[in-house]
């Protein structure tokens, strides 16, 4: 695509953003004109959509935004497509779903700014999109789907259980990565998780999952899974990992359960001879939201590469949590008090790091904000645009 086409592209789905509810309009026209064209469509999507709404607007702003970073954006489309798999999915499906979306983008922008100029851009757009994620889908060898059963359910904190389950055959993920995860009870409905360990021969995995409050998903996940019950999960997505074309050092910042990704990655560290240094902040509200504080610990007392740096916004747990706050071993860094972007932006720059953030939305943004406030460069942060 040239500049020119995604200027338009941008400019108009910009213009829908800044509408007040825009973003909610456009994704209810969307699935209304899709289910319309294509009743047959219904059955991939869950009875419930308030999520599946929000991920679509947050998957078309990232690609939106990224049309001039091919190098970037095409991985991404791929895992999407390799993912979509799970759905059953074929190519007439991205027809209509194009087909949909520019239908809603056309109703939403109106005559005036929908001329056939933002038309050809928008079609060029989506052709590329549906292309990539065709292809990667067709020539993906693998399972649809990856089955587990759990072994494993252990509730560490009242909102926040560690969940370890037996793959049917193993599952080659990189440590950093993501994938959607569906459990009994909840037909057609994905929760994004990062395994909390890395790829193994053995086909063992180990997710940790917060509930989320009025979630559909995280609730079953926390306080309703039993052992024996059966999990359903898709192709991995994401781009975390180490980057060993770049010499630098590492900086990971993590808030609660977006620790899994990051101890995963460490894991895989451990067991190679070299690696960057890698300074780890794991903050949380209270003191007991570092729950796997003492694993992170013991990672590194061994490997002294790592550093890692616990930080709670609150100097004691809150009354319901009984269980005494850990004391760091000997020679690690004691808990520090504060907003985690805070604490991390008051040790420096950062500058020369490769940084990755796991975490809410929010706290990604705040973290983001800071560090560009004090010098480190835009295009060393990292984050994932889904999970």
Known sequence: MDSTTISLVRTTFKDVAAVEDGPARLTRDFYATLFAQSPAAREFFPAAMDVQRDRLVQAIAYVVDKLDEPERILPFLAQLGRDHRKYGIEEAHYIAVGNALITALRQFAGNEMWTEEVDNAWREGIALIASTMIDAANNEAGPRTWTGTVVEHKQVLRDVAVVRLQLDQPMAYGAGQYMSVSVPGRPRMWRYLSPAIPSNSEGQIEFHVRRVSGGWVSPAMVGQTHLGDTWVMGSPLGALGVDRTQDRDMLMI??????????????????????????????????????????????????????????????????????????????????????????????????????????????????????????????????????
């Open 254 to 387: 993590g808030s609660g359960t977006g620790i899994a990704p990051l101890r995963a990655q460490l894991m895989e560290m451990a067991m190679r001879g070299a690696n960057p240094r890698v300074h780890l902040f794991v903050g949380g509200v209270y003191p007991c939201d570092l729950y796997d504080i003492e694993t992170l610990w013991q990672l590194s007392q061994t490997n002294p590469w790592l550093t890692v740096v616990p930080v709670s916004e609150e100097v004691a747990n809150p009354w319901w949590h009984l269980d005494p706050i850990p004391e760091p071993p000997s020679g690690m860094h004691q808990r520090l008090i504060g907003k985690l972007g805070e604490v991390v932006a008051d040790f420096g720059t950062w500058a020369d790091r490769d940084v990755q953030i796991v975490g809410s939305n929010a706290m990604i943004q705040t973290t983001k904000f800071r560090l560009l406030a004090g010098g480190t460069p835009a295009e060393n942060i990292r984050h994932d645009p889904l999970n």
